[in-house]
């Protein structure tokens, strides 16, 4: 079974970058049978998908973020990272990693990280 | 865009039977799979079910899972409702490279 945990400081100034790693235990990154995505929950919020990378390092973003947005793979540190630029306070929320199958199914989460932009 | 369109907010007894919707705007519902997550206060989503009507191991019978291509719409249903089964509850499929989750549906169960 795959394990996923985010990591990252949790508080970021306004305007500046968002970097968040998730750290893939139990299988490889590089494995065709996963992509790997972000996802985030604003406080008292619903889910919104952020974005996902395949291994092959094919990307895809929510149109919404895309200019801001940036997913990469690690497979030497099994890794896959999240950067969000020019950030707000709207980008405060709870971060979480998954993995998604070919079904388009979120099949395993990380525990999910909380991250606060704040001067 | 796509998206998924759930009620706000669902309440029913104990042991009774809900059923939360998830429309979608346009195209067929039907065309790509449709998971539901259960979220409790302060934890991840966990899935209760996967493509379209299958549970995960360790998931109860009470919940299933349909789609009805007439209504674009696909819904939950937890039968034999506990008091446990109070929480966020979240549809989501795929479209046109775009993963897409609806708003949210909070069940309280009183």
């Known amino acids: 079974q795959l394990q996923l945990q985010e990591s990252g400081p949790g508080l970021v100034k306004p305007s500046e970058t968002l970097s968040l790693t998730c750290t893939v235990s139990?299988?490889?990154?590089?494995?065709?049978?996963?992509?790997w995505g972000w996802i985030r929950q604003p406080p008292g919020k619903g889910l919104e998908w952020i974005g996902s990378?395949?291994?092959?390092?094919?990307?895809y973003y929510n149109p919404s973020l895309k200019s801001r947005v940036t997913i990469s793979v690690d497979t030497s540190k099994n890794q896959f990272s999240l950067k969000l630029s020019s950030v707000t306070a709207a980008d405060t929320a709870v971060y979480y990693c998954?993995?998604?199958?070919?079904?388009?199914?979120?099949?395993?989460w990380g525990q999910g990280t909380l991250v606060t932009v704040s001067s | 865009n796509f998206m998924l369109t759930q009620p706000h907010s669902v309440s029913e007894s104990p042991g009774k039977t809900v059923t939360i919707s998830c429309t979608g705007s346009?195209?067929?519902?039907?065309?790509?799979?449709v998971q539901w997550y259960q979220q409790r206060p302060g934890s991840a989503p966990t899935t209760v079910i996967y493509?379209?009507?299958?549970?995960p191991s360790g998931v109860p019978d009470r919940f299933s899972g349909s789609i009805d291509s007439s209504s674009n719409s696909a819904s939950l249903t937890i039968s034999g409702l506990k008091t446990e089964d109070e929480a966020d509850y979240y549809c989501?499929?795929?479209?046109?490279?775009?993963?897409?989750f609806g708003g949210g549906t909070k069940l309280t169960v009183l």
């Open positions: 998954a993995t998604i199958t070919d079904s388009s199914w979120l099949q395993y």
């Open positions: 139990g299988g490889s990154i590089s494995s065709s049978s996963y992509y």
């Open positions: 990378i395949y291994y092959s390092g094919s990307t």
């Open positions: 346009s195209g067929s519902i039907a065309s790509n799979y």
């Open positions: 493509e379209d009507n299958q549970r």
């Open positions: 989501q499929s795929y479209d046109s490279s775009s993963w897409v």
